[in-house]
């Protein structure tokens, strides 16, 4: 499987991301805790928000680490890394999980772009035309 790491400097808070979700028209919004062991740059209690726009669909289901490396997802840790976030080159009309909200069906099929975020106690997948991400540091 193809993949490009989208979280090269920065991570989810492996103990207690506290993952909220929020969606406003087809725009969905991560808030969630950021890694301030690994990353210097991050203090305890630094948060992230992370803004899918143009979301055609997106899933917040259970799947922790413990389910994925007992081998419990579509995919396996030898072809994609669990705890980071990705960009994933996949055709994403064939490869999403099934359960799904959906946010709008009048689409650009060629814009649309499959990201994946493993979090803690959760896994986060969207087709959406892009991101951005904003650090809330103290």
Known sequence: MDYQ???KAWNADPNAPE????VTGNQVTLRFYLNCFLFD???EGDTAILRFNGCHKYTLNSMNDEGY???KYRYKH???PWGEFYQLETDWEVDFPRTNTILTTEIYPERLKHYIFFFKDNCFECV???YE???LTT
Do not use: H, P, R
Request: hydrophobic residues 50%; proline residues 0%.
């Open 133 to 135: 991400v904003e650090f």
């Open 128 to 130: 959406t035309e892009n």
């Open 41 to 43: 740059a991050f203090n």
């Open 5 to 7: 790491l989208l979280s």
């Open 19 to 22: 993952v909220n979700i929020s």
């Open 78 to 80: 030898d072809q994609l």
């Open 69 to 71: 490396f007992m081998g």
